[in-house]
């Protein structure tokens, strides 16, 4: 039996944990809410989505998982305006993930728009602080992944996590209502 | 791929037995290894010298359709790693 590594959501203030076939970036703290909760587009400054925070549950056996990685497939093709972007929360030094113990529900209006990751106020308890940014995810490919996680795991359990935002501009800058295609974000593990 | 640890003393571990049982890398002693192979369509190894650290794994990618093995690697800490793709090597 190998490792059985999956990719997992938090929502709420537990939080619970939800094994995710398909994630919505939404104005809602929720995995999944189908069409319900869009992000709409703001006629001044910017709507986000709720924060999503993503995980790798590790379980089966495996002797070591270690070098966790995160990156987008290149562009991300939402139509959110020129200054729009789908952000990750990253660390200045160090590895970037949130670890379990720092899990921050999502804030925001509900329906209208989430807190900003990086708002002094309201945004994430982590990545609004000093030595952290937050950064657009298309900064990080598979040539030059986000150092997600450097823990070298031996036992079951949850990785440090990446903590993710759609920023939607205006019109005027070019946001698109509409569906927005799929975007693939991936993982990368060493396992022995 | 999978892999075969051999001793010193010219005994043997690989990742499945005879008796098709999987072992964990973490049984192996790397006080006591020889060499070290990541064995399929070909075999690719390394010879290790006393104190020398072996590296070894899977690199996988994971998204929420699929978990897939993207290469494999296997080298001394200190001194090289081998990445191993669709056949091709890539020395670090």
Not at chain 1, 71 to 85: L, R, S
Not at chain 1, 122 to 140: E, F, S
Request: contains cysteine; charged residues 20%; hydrophobic residues 35%.
């Amino acid at each position: 039996m190998a490792a059985i590594v999956e990719v997992k959501e938090a929502n709420g203030i537990t939080p619970d944990w939800t094994v995710v076939s398909s994630i919505r970036f939404c104005t809602s703290d929720k995995y999944n809410p189908g069409l319900d909760f869009p992000l709409s587009i703001p006629s001044t400054g910017y709507r986000y989505s709720y924060w999503k925070t993503l995980c790798l549950e590790l379980s089966g056996a495996f002797s070591q998982i270690s070098n966790i990685k995160f990156y987008c497939d290149g562009a991300v093709g939402y139509t959110f305006g020129t200054d729009g972007a789908l952000n990750i929360g990253t660390k200045d030094t160090g590895d970037s993930g949130l670890p379990f113990a720092s899990y921050d529900q999502a804030t925001g209006e509900e329906g209208v728009s989430g807190d900003a990751m990086n708002d002094a106020a309201n945004g994430h308890a982590v990545y609004k602080g000093a030595g952290y940014t937050v950064k657009n995810v298309t900064t990080y490919g598979s040539g030059s992944p986000l150092d997600l996680d450097s823990t070298e795991y031996t036992a079951a359990g949850k990785t440090k996590a990446a903590v993710l935002q759609v920023k939607c501009s205006t019109v005027a800058n070019g946001a698109e209502a509409g569906l927005q295609n799929a975007e693939t974000l991936t993982f990368r593990y060493d396992e022995i | 791929m999978n892999w075969v640890a051999t001793y010193k003393d010219g005994t043997q571990i690989k990742q499945f037995d005879i008796q098709g049982n999987e072992h964990q890398f973490k049984e192996v002693n790397p006080a006591e290894l020889l060499r070290l192979s990541w064995v399929g369509e070909k075999t690719y190894t390394i010879a290790l010298k006393n104190g020398e650290e072996p590296i070894i794994f899977r690199r996988h990618t994971v998204n929420i359709r699929e978990d897939k093995i993207m290469s494999y690697g296997l080298g001394i800490k200190g001194e090289f790693l081998m990445l191993i793709t669709d056949g091709n090597v890539e020395v670090e």
